[in-house]
């Protein structure tokens, strides 16, 4: 089905996700991957208003400048696993200014529908608890173009080792071939695909 809506009309799509079966003990974990400067947290924004207020967990709070795509495990102990059990997840997000765990703990209610977004959401360890994955439909080269005029010019170190990070993942483990909906934002709004994802 292709629909197109601006971000206020994002209706349709939180109600197929609101109408999923849970995945996660009672939580419909629904995952928003795609490649660094894809937009995906503001479509996440907009997708958690749609929802009602849908808690949102952002990756980047789990990852950090030494592990940028080894957080699997940290996630499954302070999120997944709590949530599964019905319980809060509680974490202390990475600051990415000062290059540390702060001392400050995030919580995360147990809701019908949380939304994770960050590159490598829709991972191959990670599938098996998702409702649901969305991918952002934007190539790597616009998408990460975007992100650096974004971040400006004293990160451009950091993003060269980002892209080079970023291929590696993906090249291993995609999860584009895997999402249930491909999502395009568009000069006002968003347009969806759902699709039959492949299957490992």
Same mark, same amino acid.
């Given at each position: 089905?292709?629909?197109?809506?601006?971000?206020?009309?994002?209706?349709?799509? *939180?109600?197929?996700?609101?109408?999923?079966?849970?995945?996660?003990?009672?939580?419909?974990?629904?995952?928003? =991957?795609?490649?660094? #400067?894809?937009?995906?947290?503001?479509f996440s924004g907009h997708l958690a208003d749609a929802l009602g207020g849908?808690?949102?967990?952002? /990756?980047?709070?789990?990852?950090?400048?030494?592990?940028?795509?080894?957080?699997? =495990?940290?996630?499954?102990?302070?999120?997944?696993g709590p949530l599964s059990r019905g319980e809060r997840a509680r974490y *202390?997000?990475? =600051?990415?200014?000062?290059?540390?765990?702060?001392?400050?703990?995030?919580? /995360?209610?147990?809701?019908?529908?949380? /939304?994770?977004?960050?590159?490598?959401?829709?991972?191959?360890?990670?599938?098996?608890?998702?409702?649901?994955?969305?991918?952002?439909?934007?190539?790597?080269?616009?998408?990460?173009?975007?992100?650096?005029?974004?971040?400006? *010019?004293?990160?451009?170190?950091?993003?060269? #080792?980002?892209?080079?990070?970023?291929?590696?993942?993906?090249?291993?483990?995609?999860?584009?071939?895997?999402? =249930?909906?491909?999502?395009?934002?568009?000069?006002?709004?968003?347009?969806?695909?759902?699709?039959?994802?492949?299957?490992?």
């Open positions: 089905m292709n629909s197109t809506a601006p971000p206020t009309s994002l209706a349709p799509l *939180a109600a197929r996700l609101r109408a999923l079966p849970p995945s996660c003990g009672q939580v419909r974990l629904i995952a928003v =991957d795609g490649h660094a #400067g894809s937009g995906k947290s503001t849908a808690p949102v967990l952002h /990756l980047d709070d789990l990852a950090s400048h030494a592990e940028l795509f080894g957080w699997t =495990d940290r996630l499954r102990t302070r999120v997944t *202390a997000p990475y =600051d990415w200014t000062l290059r540390r765990f702060g001392p400050a703990v995030r919580e /995360l209610p147990p809701a019908p529908v949380v /939304l994770m977004e960050g590159v490598g959401a829709g991972r191959r360890a990670l599938r098996p608890l998702l409702a649901h994955l969305l991918w952002m439909d934007l190539d790597a080269e616009r998408s990460w173009r975007r992100g650096r005029e974004r971040d400006g *010019a004293e990160q451009s170190a950091f993003w060269d #080792g980002w892209t080079k990070a970023e291929t590696e993942h993906f090249s291993a483990d995609p999860s584009r071939p895997f999402a =249930d909906t491909l999502v395009r934002q568009l000069r006002e709004g968003y347009e969806w695909h759902q699709r039959t994802p492949a299957t490992a």
